[in-house]
């Protein structure tokens, strides 16, 4: 039974889901959340899979005799965390991983005390060699790369992971011949964290199945009780949730609310400036920004509910008017996902069709996988919005995630005022079109729920 088979077979234990249900996981039972034995089964198993096919193919892509990731206890590297044995909390000591592409297959070693599960080889014993280093370099002069990446970038953190005297230890060992061999692995860190694997994505959608029903959850009468419930209410109980649930958040939630009887509806007063004690009543439009952590991938989700009047069945048109331009911005951004652009290429023609069609849009999207805000290219930050030097200048690749992050700022006849709709919802990017990982808001949550 191949690797892949073996995730066929993982997945339909673990979670009773046919092909057709997946794409509309929203609309059948919640997921099982698995035992941590399990998840470490499934995570090992994605692991092997990712080293055995990805890493070849980004090898090559970016033309790399030798990629080598050194990291020491509790001051990892970010790319070398995501490599380690899921029961590993953290690298041993001082860890090397080295990839070795000798133009028919990349050999994989571990210059370190141990081997690294049964993903990596230890290629050390201290006992012939007490040098580690000295060891790394026979390593090297053995198969006597053309270049040697390391993982440093002036431009993503998540590239920059090796340190400054680890830099200098190994510098300093390599013999003078090899010092100008060695090169930038930013794009094979970049391309290793955010490519997601076929197996991956065939689960994502559960993962953010299950965020979507803890905001659902959180976001009505179970939860809120007009005049008494505050958002701050809301927010803990979404951590606590979360812990019930056996599950970690990446950020804490902020809930937030914008009313008639309030003016400022700016970007910061929404998040950063909210009062600590904000009581929901009846009429507010609630915004959640939310996300979880299951089986090493992150979500990231923003979704909006409105509390009914006395009499009321629905949200005032003027609001669900605004949901709608909301997501016509969305189609607006996901379309304009081509091979190939930049970051920057996508915001600026995104906003400029937006703005053609008589939207006033905020574009602040993002990669999302491994790390919440994820390595790839940035497509806007909210106070960027004519474009973003350095990390809006990286291509979209295929097999990526990016959380699809905005706001359409609208007109509500019923409050005669500006509102902010604020979305997020995960989305993958296939190479040819992107497709929402767990669908996307399109309707208000309503409290009481009708």
Not at 152 to 178: K, M, N, Q, V
Not at 428 to 440: A, K, T
Request: with cysteine.
């Amino acid at each position: 039974m191949n690797i892949f088979t073996k995730f066929a077979l993982l997945i339909s234990i673990y979670f009773l889901f046919s092909p057709n249900q997946i794409v509309s996981a929203q609309q059948t039972a919640p997921p099982k959340i698995l035992s941590m034995q399990e998840r470490a089964n499934v995570m090992n198993n994605w692991l092997e899979y990712r080293l055995d096919n990805t890493i070849p193919d980004l090898m090559q892509r970016e033309d790399i005799d030798m990629w080598i990731i050194i990291a020491r206890e509790y001051n990892e590297d970010p790319v070398i965390k995501t490599m380690l044995p899921a029961t590993w909390q953290s690298a041993r000591r001082r860890t090397i991983l080295v990839f070795s592409d000798n133009g028919k297959e990349v050999e994989r070693m571990a210059v370190a005390r141990y081997d690294i599960g049964k993903f990596f080889k230890t290629a050390w014993d201290k006992n012939e060699e007490p040098n580690q280093w000295k060891r790394l370099v026979d390593i090297i002069k053995e198969r006597d790369p053309n270049n040697i990446a390391l993982n440093y970038s002036p431009t993503f953190a998540l590239a920059d992971g090796i340190s400054h005297s680890e830099y200098e230890a190994f510098t300093s060992a390599l013999p003078e011949r090899y010092q100008n061999r060695i090169v930038s692995g930013e794009k094979l860190a970049i391309g290793w964290l955010e490519t997601r694997t076929e197996p991956e994505i065939q689960v994502y959608p559960m993962i953010c199945h299950i965020a979507h029903d803890i905001i659902a959850e959180g976001f009505s009468e179970k939860v809120i009780q007009p005049g008494i419930t505050t958002t701050k209410d809301v927010e803990w109980w979404y951590r606590e949730r979360i812990r019930d649930l056996n599950l970690t958040a990446w950020f804490h939630p902020s809930v937030s609310v914008q009313r008639a009887a309030e003016s400022d509806t700016s970007f910061l007063a929404n998040f950063s400036k909210r009062p600590a004690e904000n009581i929901i009543r009846p009429g507010d439009l609630l915004h959640v920004d939310f996300g979880i952590t299951y089986l090493g991938l992150n979500t990231d989700t923003q979704q909006h509910a409105y509390v009914l009047k006395a009499g009321e069945t629905e949200a005032p048109k003027g609001l669900q008017n605004a949901l709608e331009t909301g997501n016509q911005l969305q189609d607006i951004l996901t379309n304009n996902f081509k091979k190939g652009l930049t970051g920057n290429k996508i915001l600026s023609k995104s906003r400029e069709e937006a703005i053609n069609q008589n939207i006033e849009p905020s574009i602040y999207t993002h990669p999302i996988g491994y790390h919440g805000h994820g390595a790839g290219p940035t497509i806007g930050l909210w106070d960027q919005q004519d474009g973003v030097p350095g990390k809006g200048d990286y291509p979209l690749y295929a097999n990526t995630a990016h959380s699809i992050e905005l706001n359409a700022t609208v007109n509500i006849p019923e409050w005669d005022k500006e509102i902010r709709i604020m979305l997020e919802e995960d989305a993958f990017f296939d190479g040819d079109s992107v497709r929402y990982i767990d669908s996307r808001q399109t309707q208000l949550w309503l409290i009481p729920r009708q």
